[in-house]
Each structure stands twice: as structure tokens, then as C-alpha cells.
């Protein structure tokens, strides 16, 4: 079962755009009425032209959709058919490589796969990869999307752009919409190679390459007590390196990834585990579990499923393969473009309906959050230090993110895009449960709240733009310093807002949504009051147990005998 389309259409009653998760953070479906399909840049064009004509919004979706945030959704109120998708699931036809000027320029709908075996076909290699292959050219610099790296251009794919078409909406004149070519010199290419869709329609992108490479991975599982304070040391020493943290387990994995002649022996591969087909009945019994867990509020549950989950990690080194078949022994060296990135679920064979992406919204899965935070490098000891305070006060209550994958953290360069990163940064992921209903409680709830304001509000972190809760982008304009200048180009290229809606306005400003009943269940919100949370459930609002300005849903069972009885 490869994973299904983002957008299902039924006739007349239009269509429905999901993320590959199935759900929304607001879960409320995404409807627009039409969807066009342009297969080249002149049909792409086209297609923007006849919205702009007819004064209907515009969005761009990939045939992905790996996307958190509602970026791609023209708003609710356009379903009467005042607005128009365009997907670029098959503009994907073009991939060009210029071995020379050591350059590829693709189509905005070529997958991450297909264009890296393309320039390692050519004997190069590009650079810098995210850790998820399932990602379109167009959308993956659309967001920011990245790997690891503080050396050379940096761990950022939009930082190794060198050029971009984009298609906007012009005058009558001009037919209602042209195509422009930004090239590496071009001010507005700094605007553009980050700009969540909303300056128009991406239709090619042309990024730098190298020569051909190998890569050597070693994982070296260890003890967390001084991370913090190796961090810096670690990612100028390798070109690839990065950590994983595992709290509640005391362990961090320092990943030793190194560039190495081509000659270097070994054919290896990196398979993530978390990114390998599983069988529906495993993801589904997972899944169970995990609820059961939940329910049960059983926090020792949980750190037994941690504990195993790691040992198992540290068995296989976490997906690593040898000679493309099993893991033997590190170091593990292959191909930059068998190492950079992975994504092996994504080919389930059709023949196969019983495996899929663990994670795929038909089966009942595997179903989360994830909370990106982009942090100044010298911001970055002082919020773990915070973090590991706060989980000292009960390290159990940190297993049910080591469950997944602990807190991943990368390395990305400064970067001169608008809406990237001014400063040499440190990026932390981490993974967590989320509950089949909007109106359910986690078990721990606060702690990840905690940890998510301390990251975003105390520490003044980023949020990625293409993952987070919406409460993560609240005032994000001020983290921006050249925030004004990409609203000054948004204003030059779609001063009609043909590509902005609701939702991607109140990503870009930081605006909070209308707080209700609930609402901080779900990082729509931030609680100021019980209501937010869940008081007939056991859950109020209260103030944070180390971050004490956070606003955070607490269980507190005492509570709700005198709440109802008062």
C-alpha cells in the first residue's frame, strides 16, 4: 500500500486535501471545489492565470503533503468555488544536469528520490538531504526542510539553491500570470527559496552540487550527563554529525558522519527504521498498545516500551545496512545518496497490501505530534540544562517520547533566506502521542506543553514551518529579522493575495486562533483557564513545574471534586 493521494475529489462535491497524517491540527477537513494538474510550467502558468482571472485563491500542493500546518488549504470559506489547488503530483518530467557548472535543475514536483539518483547517475551528489525522502523539490524549500550540518553551505536545502522559476499573478496584459527566473544574485531569490507558497507557484528549482561522494556512519550510544556541553565540538568535528536524546534513558547517540573518498570500501545503506514498511497488523497492535497505555495511565508501561524500542535501535543501528542487507558492524560507508536520506515505505510494492508507512491514516496507526524548534547555537545548553531540570523532577514522566525517537537534534548553517535562520542553529525534534479525539487528554500532557513553551517562548527557538502545533508559531514575525523584507516581496509579487488564506496568514503572523473550550488540548491554544483544558476530565490549567510562566493542562484528579462541587 504505497501512501494514498493528499487530494480526493468526488465530482460535484469537490475535494478534500489532507497532510499524509489524515488529519489537520484544527481536524477539520480542507475542501476546495477544483484541482488542476499542470504537467509543464506552461500549463502551470495557465493554471494561474485562469484563477487570477477569475479572482479565485490559489494553493500549490505536492503529491506528498507531508506538510503539519494547514499551509496548503485556500481557507473555509472559499469551498463555494472561489478557489482553485494546484498539484504538482505530475509536473515532474524535467531533470537537468549541467556537470560543468555543477548545477540540476528539476521540476518542482520531482520527489527527493528520483533527483538524487538522477545526480548520482552523473557521478555528483547534492549536498544536503532531509532525513525523510518523501518530499517534492518544490515543497521541501517551500519549508525549510533540512539535514545536518554546520559545514561548507550548511544542512538547509534552500541554502544550496542557486535558482528558481516562479510563476505569479501579472496584469491582463500579461495574460494574468508570468513566469520569473530568479538566479543566485537576485534579491528576491532570498525571499522565495523560503517562502511556504505564498509568493506564487514554484515551478523549477536549480541547486548546487558536488562531486560524487561516500559517507562513513558510526552510532555511539553513550551517557547524556554532559551532551549539552559537547554539542558545539561534535558538529564542527563531523560534517554530518548529529545526536540523538534519549531523557528518560540517560542516553544520547552521538552519530560520528563523516564524507569519504569514493574509494573508501562499502555499499552501504541507511533504511531509518521509523521510515520501513511495516505490516498493518504491527502498526495497528502498536498503536493499540499505546493507547492502552494511555488509558491506563500506566507511565511504566511506557518506559518499558522505551526501553525496549532503544535496545532494539542500538541492535540494528537504527536502520543502517551494510552492503545494502543487514547491519554487521560500523563503520557503515555508502553512497551519499544511499546515506543522506531514507524512506523505504514509500515503495511498498502494490502486490503488497498488508505493508505501508506505519503512520498511513487508512490502517489506525501510528498518530502524533511533532514539535520542531529551531534554536540559536548559544541559546541551546541552557535549554537543555532547563529540560534536564525538569525531568529530573520525575524522569518516568519523559518515556513516552523515547517511545519514538527522543529529541533528534541537527545542525543547520546561518542562512541569508528571510525566513531562514540568522544564526548558526540547533535543531530539536521530538515525536509524542496524540489521542484519536480532539477532546482526549495525554497522559504527561504538561510535561510536552512545558517543554514546548520553554523552547519557544523562553528560549525565543523557531519553529520549523512545515511541522509544530500552532501555538509553536505565535509571534514568530519577531523572530525573523528580515521578516519585513519578505512582506515587502510577498506584497511585490502577489499583491492581490492570490496565494495567501487564513490559515497561511496566521502561520506567517503569528496569529492566535479564538480561544474555546478544549483548545489547549491540542496546541491551538495556550490555557489562561480551565476551560481551555479538560476540567471534567481531571485536567486544569496551571503554571509550569520548572518554566513557571508557561500555561500548561495538568492532571490534577483532586481538583475535580471540588470544581464540581463549588
Same mark, same amino acid.
Given at each position: 500500500?504505497?501512501?494514498?493521494?493528499?487530494?480526493?475529489?468526488?465530482?460535484?462535491?469537490?475535494?478534500?486535501?489532507?497532510?499524509?497524517?489524515?488529519?489537520?491540527?484544527?481536524?477539520?477537513?480542507?475542501?476546495?471545489?477544483?484541482? =488542476?494538474?499542470?504537467?509543464?510550467?506552461?500549463?502551470?502558468?495557465?493554471?494561474?492565470?485562469?484563477?487570477?482571472?477569475?479572482?479565485?485563491?490559489?494553493?500549490?500542493?505536492?503529491?506528498?503533503?507531508?506538510?503539519?500546518?494547514?499551509?496548503?488549504?485556500?481557507?473555509?470559506?472559499?469551498?463555494?468555488?472561489?478557489?482553485?489547488?494546484?498539484?504538482?503530483?505530475?509536473?515532474?518530467?524535467?531533470?537537468?544536469?549541467?556537470?560543468?557548472?555543477?548545477?540540476?535543475?528539476?521540476?518542482?514536483?520531482?520527489?527527493?528520490?528520483?533527483?538524487?539518483?538522477?545526480?548520482?547517475?552523473?557521478?555528483?551528489?547534492?549536498?544536503?538531504?532531509?532525513?525523510?525522502?518523501?518530499?517534492?523539490?518544490?515543497?521541501?524549500?517551500?519549508?525549510?526542510?533540512?539535514?545536518?550540518?554546520?559545514?561548507?553551505?550548511?544542512?538547509?536545502?534552500?541554502?544550496?539553491?542557486?535558482?528558481?522559476?516562479?510563476?505569479?499573478?501579472?496584469?491582463?496584459?500579461?495574460?494574468?500570470?508570468?513566469?520569473?527566473?530568479?538566479?543566485?544574485?537576485?534579491?528576491?531569490?532570498?525571499?522565495?527559496?523560503?517562502?511556504?507558497?505564498?509568493?506564487?507557484?514554484?515551478?523549477?528549482?536549480?541547486?548546487?552540487?558536488?562531486?560524487?561522494?561516500?559517507?562513513?556512519?558510526?552510532?555511539?550510544?553513550?551517557?547524556?550527563?554532559?551532551?549539552?556541553?559537547?554539542?558545539?565540538?561534535?558538529?564542527?568535528?563531523?560534517?554530518?554529525?548529529?545526536?540523538?536524546?534519549?531523557?528518560?534513558?540517560?542516553?544520547?547517540?552521538?552519530?560520528?558522519?563523516?564524507?569519504?573518498?569514493?574509494?573508501?570500501?562499502?555499499?552501504?545503506?541507511?533504511?531509518?527504521?521509523?521510515?520501513?514498511?511495516?505490516?498493518?497488523?504491527?502498526?495497528?497492535?502498536?498503536?493499540?498498545?499505546?493507547?492502552?497505555?494511555?488509558?491506563?495511565?500506566?507511565?511504566?508501561?511506557?518506559?518499558?516500551?522505551?526501553?525496549?524500542?532503544?535496545?532494539?535501535?542500538?541492535?540494528?543501528?537504527?536502520?543502517?545496512?551494510?552492503?545494502?542487507?543487514?547491519?554487521?558492524?560500523?563503520?557503515?560507508?555508502?553512497?551519499?545518496?544511499?546515506?543522506?536520506?531514507?524512506?523505504?515505505?514509500?515503495?511498498?510494492?502494490?502486490?503488497?497490501?498488508?505493508?505501508?508507512?506505519?503512520?498511513?491514516?487508512?490502517?489506525?496507526?501510528?498518530?502524533?505530534?511533532?514539535?520542531?524548534?529551531?534554536?540559536?547555537?548559544?541559546?541551546?545548553?541552557?535549554?537543555?540544562?532547563?529540560?534536564?531540570?525538569?525531568?529530573?523532577?520525575?524522569?518516568?514522566?519523559?518515556?513516552?517520547?523515547?517511545?519514538?525517537?527522543?529529541?533528534?537534534?541537527?545542525?543547520?548553517?546561518?542562512?541569508?533566506?528571510?525566513?531562514?535562520?540568522?544564526?548558526?542553529?540547533?535543531?530539536?525534534?521530538?515525536?509524542?502521542?496524540?489521542?484519536?479525539?480532539?477532546?482526549?487528554?495525554?497522559?504527561?500532557?504538561?510535561?510536552?506543553?512545558?517543554?514546548?513553551?520553554?523552547?519557544?517562548?523562553?528560549?525565543?527557538?523557531?519553529?520549523?514551518?512545515?511541522?509544530?502545533?500552532?501555538? =509553536?508559531?505565535?509571534?514568530?514575525?519577531?523572530?525573523?529579522?528580515?521578516?519585513?523584507?519578505?512582506?515587502?516581496?510577498?506584497?511585490?509579487?502577489?499583491?492581490?493575495?492570490?496565494?495567501?488564506?487564513?490559515?497561511?496568514?496566521?502561520?506567517?503572523?503569528?496569529?492566535?486562533?479564538?480561544?474555546?473550550?478544549?483548545? =489547549?488540548?491540542?496546541?491551538?491554544?495556550?490555557?489562561?483557564?480551565?476551560?481551555?483544558?479538560?476540567?471534567?476530565?481531571?485536567?486544569?490549567?496551571?503554571?509550569?513545574?520548572?518554566?513557571?510562566?508557561?500555561?500548561?493542562?495538568?492532571?490534577?484528579?483532586?481538583?475535580?471534586?471540588?470544581?464540581?462541587?463549588?
Amino acid at each position: 500500500m504505497p501512501p494514498p493521494s493528499p487530494v480526493q475529489c468526488n465530482g460535484s462535491a469537490g475535494c478534500i486535501l489532507r497532510n499524509s497524517y489524515g488529519e489537520w491540527g484544527d481536524r477539520k477537513d480542507c475542501r476546495v471545489l477544483s484541482i =488542476a494538474y499542470p504537467e509543464t510550467e506552461e500549463e502551470m502558468r495557465l493554471a494561474v492565470a485562469q484563477a487570477n482571472q477569475k479572482k479565485q485563491k490559489v494553493k500549490v500542493v505536492s503529491g506528498f503533503s507531508h506538510t503539519i500546518p494547514k499551509l496548503a488549504c485556500p481557507g473555509k470559506e472559499y469551498y463555494s468555488g472561489n478557489a482553485v489547488l494546484i498539484s504538482t503530483a505530475k509536473l515532474k518530467s524535467t531533470i537537468e544536469i549541467d556537470t560543468a557548472e555543477m548545477v540540476v535543475t528539476a521540476d518542482s514536483g520531482v520527489g527527493l528520490r528520483d533527483l538524487i539518483n538522477r545526480v548520482e547517475a552523473a557521478g555528483l551528489s547534492l549536498v544536503a538531504a532531509p532525513y525523510w525522502e518523501g518530499l517534492s523539490v518544490g515543497g521541501l524549500i517551500s519549508t525549510g526542510a533540512h539535514g545536518s550540518s554546520w559545514w561548507g553551505k550548511g544542512g538547509a536545502v534552500h541554502d544550496h539553491v542557486v535558482g528558481l522559476s516562479l510563476v505569479v499573478p501579472a496584469k491582463e496584459s500579461e495574460g494574468f500570470a508570468k513566469i520569473i527566473r530568479l538566479e543566485a544574485q537576485d534579491p528576491l531569490l532570498n525571499a522565495a527559496k523560503v517562502s511556504m507558497g505564498i509568493l506564487g507557484a514554484i515551478s523549477k528549482v536549480k541547486l548546487s552540487l558536488e562531486p560524487g561522494f561516500k559517507r562513513s556512519i558510526t552510532n555511539n550510544f553513550t551517557d547524556d550527563a554532559h551532551f549539552e556541553d559537547e554539542f558545539m565540538d561534535h558538529a564542527k568535528k563531523h560534517e554530518f554529525a548529529d545526536i540523538t536524546w534519549y531523557p528518560s534513558r540517560r542516553t544520547a547517540v552521538y552519530r560520528y558522519d563523516d564524507r569519504v573518498p569514493l574509494n573508501t570500501s562499502g555499499d552501504g545503506i541507511n533504511d531509518f527504521l521509523g521510515f520501513q514498511s511495516n505490516s498493518i497488523l504491527t502498526s495497528k497492535l502498536l498503536r493499540a498498545a499505546e493507547k492502552a497505555l494511555e488509558n491506563s495511565r500506566s507511565v511504566r508501561g511506557k518506559c518499558a516500551t522505551a526501553s525496549t524500542v532503544l535496545a532494539y535501535k542500538r541492535l540494528v543501528a537504527n536502520g543502517l545496512k551494510n552492503n545494502n542487507l543487514i547491519f554487521t558492524g560500523y563503520p557503515v560507508v555508502g553512497h551519499q545518496g544511499k546515506m543522506q536520506t531514507s524512506g523505504s515505505c514509500l515503495y511498498s510494492p502494490s502486490t503488497r497490501t498488508d505493508i505501508t508507512c506505519a503512520w498511513d491514516p487508512r490502517i489506525n496507526g501510528l498518530f502524533f505530534y511533532e514539535t520542531t524548534a529551531i534554536f540559536p547555537a548559544t541559546k541551546f545548553a541552557e535549554f537543555i540544562r532547563e529540560v534536564k531540570t525538569l525531568r529530573e523532577l520525575k524522569i518516568d514522566n519523559f518515556c513516552g517520547v523515547d517511545m519514538y525517537n527522543g529529541f533528534l537534534i541537527r545542525f543547520i548553517k546561518a542562512s541569508g533566506a528571510y525566513l531562514g535562520q540568522a544564526e548558526d542553529s540547533v535543531v530539536v525534534d521530538f515525536n509524542y502521542y496524540r489521542a484519536d479525539n480532539a477532546s482526549t487528554p495525554r497522559l504527561n500532557q504538561d510535561v510536552w506543553e512545558e517543554v514546548e513553551q520553554m523552547a519557544f517562548f523562553k528560549y525565543g527557538a523557531k519553529p520549523h514551518w512545515a511541522k509544530n502545533r500552532n501555538l =509553536a508559531f505565535l509571534g514568530v514575525q519577531k523572530k525573523y529579522p528580515n521578516f519585513n523584507k519578505f512582506v515587502a516581496a510577498k506584497k511585490q509579487l502577489d499583491p492581490q493575495n492570490i496565494f495567501s488564506s487564513d490559515w497561511s496568514e496566521a502561520i506567517l503572523f503569528g496569529k492566535e486562533a479564538e480561544k474555546g473550550d478544549g483548545c =489547549a488540548l491540542e496546541g491551538q491554544c495556550i490555557c489562561s483557564g480551565d476551560r481551555h483544558c479538560s476540567p471534567e476530565k481531571g485536567y486544569f490549567c496551571r503554571t509550569g513545574l520548572v518554566y513557571k510562566e508557561a500555561r500548561v493542562c495538568r492532571y490534577s484528579p483532586s481538583s475535580i471534586a471540588w470544581t464540581f462541587s463549588n
